[in-house]
């Protein structure tokens, strides 16, 4: 396999927003296959686990709340809730206050972390 050319290019990709979600959602996916089979012991990824999830619920219209997101990260709640904090602080992630109830936050992609994510899955596309 040729290895990943991670060098700027000078276009952005050309890569439909399906085709990209569709690239989330097989590494979400397989990342929950890979566990089961091997042991979700020896591969923790939270905050990889809470990009993914955060880009295909916006694909799919789906607001979460930090507790979701919690649940999507597959790992402990204060590990996810630390990898969430480490995200925030990273410009990656952003949490929204739900109008409704003050209790309740919802989470999502930044700018940056959607500008990010949009150019890394659709570097494994072309890759």
């Keep these: ?49 809470i990009l993914l999830d955060l880009f295909i619920s916006e694909h799919e219209q789906r607001r979460l709340s930090v507790s979701a997101v919690c649940i999507g990260a597959r790992a402990p709640s204060a590990t996810a809730l630390r990898y969430l904090t480490m995200l925030q602080d990273a410009d990656l992630v952003e949490r929204i206050r739900d109008a409704r109830d003050g209790r309740r936050s919802h989470v999502q992609l930044t700018a940056l972390g959607r500008l990010r994510m949009t150019n890394l899955l659709g570097r494994l596309i072309d890759a």
């Design 1 to 49: 396999m040729a290895p990943i050319n991670i060098a700027k290019r000078a276009t952005p990709f050309a890569v439909s927003d399906v085709v990209l979600v569709d690239m989330a959602r097989r590494l979400y996916e397989l990342r929950k296959v890979r566990d089961a089979m091997l042991g979700d012991a020896l591969f923790s990824e939270p905050a990889w686990d």
